[in-house]
Nanobody, 126 residues
């Protein structure tokens, strides 16, 4: 069983940085791939980053490439999203999600993921 809990969201000024974390209280963390999505209420979830089971592959979309990066620490059962050079348009609720590493599903599709955290609010504003 995977139980995800995000943390780290807060108000930050434009140009600032944040690191979000997502902890899994289950016992099978290393057998899952993870992703970060973000969502504004009333809109579809947007893919942000993907971290495979070994932490060897992280992908962010073009608008975030060079600013955002995903990572994981299997010893701590935690995945991270490092966000730099934040912009007001990055204001969103950020979610982490998990799917079995053997699932071979579309990593950009939120329906591919079996488990979700409750989300953490990031607000970028001066």
């Amino acid at each position: 069983q995977v139980q995800l809990e995000e943390a780290g969201g807060q108000l930050v000024q434009p140009g600032g940085s944040l690191r979000l974390s997502c902890a899994d209280s289950g016992r099978t963390f290393s057998t899952y791939d993870f992703a970060w999505f973000r969502q504004v209420p009333g809109k579809e979830r947007e893919f942000v980053a993907y971290i495979d089971w070994g932490g060897r592959s992280t992908i962010t979309t073009d608008s975030m490439k060079g600013r955002f990066a995903g990572s994981r620490d299997n010893a701590k059962n935690t995945v991270y999203l490092q966000m730099n050079s934040l912009k007001p348009e990055d204001t969103d609720v950020y979610y982490c999600a998990a799917m079995p590493f053997s699932a071979l599903r579309n990593i950009y599709d939120d329906s591919s993921y079996d488990y979700w955290g409750q989300g953490t609010q990031v607000t970028v504003s001066s």
